[in-house]
């Protein structure tokens, strides 16, 4: 009996720890970690290179990983890996993700990372997944894709904090 | 290895060649058969490699030390050949006067060179020995060009025509 309170009261906590999917506001500003060490993608100047924002081929990505800064808090977006003292947090509106035509979709809770209820994806249109509130692109034809220009319009725009 | 090959400095003719740079590989196939055929240091004092070159060309043997995973999110190492054909690229635009003002690894095992030119002209080239190069133009907030690397395109654009 004990045993199954138990296991009632952390099904409680733990459902009440999730964060359900809504929509991602204009206004609300995007966190993407970054490596910081060395001086890969970041320039001298301390400006965020495309690099910071190339999606990754071997994991199949087909979206950005980013935060909702809203719905977490910089210690808990950067601790997100073994040693954080190694990465920053580029700093993203995301009007200026959708002045570009790609959608931001709130994507809580993934595999990778599954305590992580602020996850969303820069995505493009034709990539969303099921789920995804935003329409952002799917009037543009040809597609608006990740490419190179529009990774380096994407860098133009990130703060690193 | 000698020094200067670990500092980026060419030792043979071959490693000037390019199919954009016929001119500097006949005045180097001059100069190396009349002078400079024994010895690398003789081939370095024939052809000076200014201090910016060759800081430029040591942080691109740099990479070849990342191992994979170097980001602590699962980046590639860039391939040994990527490194050469990046290197052999950076030598004939700094022969030719362009210098990159940055270089860095990608997550993908790809290096990243941007150059700068006078006003508002900048170039980016991503060198992928096993993805293919590719090139983005940049004119102010414009992309005249995105797409597969030619080193003609890139040249006459830092030449501002």
């Known amino acids: 009996m004990r045993v199954r309170t138990a296991r009632t009261a952390c099904w409680t906590i733990c459902m009440e720890s999730r964060i359900p999917r809504q929509a991602i506001a204009d206004a609300d500003m995007l966190l ?6 060395g001086d890969n993608y970041f320039r001298e100047d301390g400006t965020a290179t495309p690099l910071a924002f190339r999606l990754r081929k071997d994991k199949g ?15 808990r977006a950067k601790k997100a890996t073994t040693d954080p003292g190694k990465y920053c947090l580029c700093r993203l509106a995301t009007a200026h993700v959708r002045s570009l035509a790609l959608c931001v979709c709130h994507d809580p809770h993934p595999a990778e990372d599954p305590e992580n ?10 990539d969303r997944f099921d789920g995804c509130l935003d329409m952002t692109g799917s009037d543009k034809q040809p597609p608006v894709m990740l490419s190179n220009s529009v990774r380096d319009r994407l860098a133009k725009g990130a703060l690193k904090t | 290895m000698p020094p200067s ?21 006949g005045l180097l196939t ?7 055929t024994s010895s690398v240091i003789d081939a370095h004092l024939s052809y000076p490699v200014s201090e910016e070159l060759r800081y430029q060309l040591a942080r691109i043997e740099r990479t070849r030390a990342l191992k994979a995973d170097w980001d602590g999110m699962g980046a590639i190492a860039p391939s040994q050949a990527t ?3 990046a290197k052999r690229a950076v030598k004939d635009l700094g022969y030719a006067g362009f210098i990159p003002n940055h270089i860095g690894a990608g997550p993908n095992g790809e290096l990243f060179i941007e150059f700068k030119a006078p006003g508002k002209r900048q170039a980016q080239v991503y060198f992928s020995a096993e993805d293919g190069n590719e090139l983005l133009l940049i004119e102010g907030d414009e992309y005249p060009y995105e797409g597969a690397y030619r080193p003609h395109r890139l040249l006459d ?4 025509k």
């Not at chain 1, 993407?32 to 060490?37: D, L």
């Open chain 2, 5 to 25: 090959l670990s500092l980026g400095i060419p030792t043979q003719v071959d490693d000037y060649t390019s199919v954009w740079s016929d001119k500097i590989k």
């Open chain 2, 157 to 160: 654009h830092l030449h501002g």
């Open chain 1, 32 to 37: 993407r970690r970054v490596y910081a060490e």
């Open chain 2, 30 to 36: 001059i100069a190396f058969s009349s002078s400079a």
């Open chain 1, 117 to 126: 209820g602020a996850h969303a994806q820069i995505i493009p249109f034709p």
């Open chain 2, 83 to 85: 490194v050469r054909m």
């Open chain 1, 61 to 75: 990505e087909s979206g950005l990983s980013v935060d909702v800064e809203r719905l977490t808090t910089l210690e």
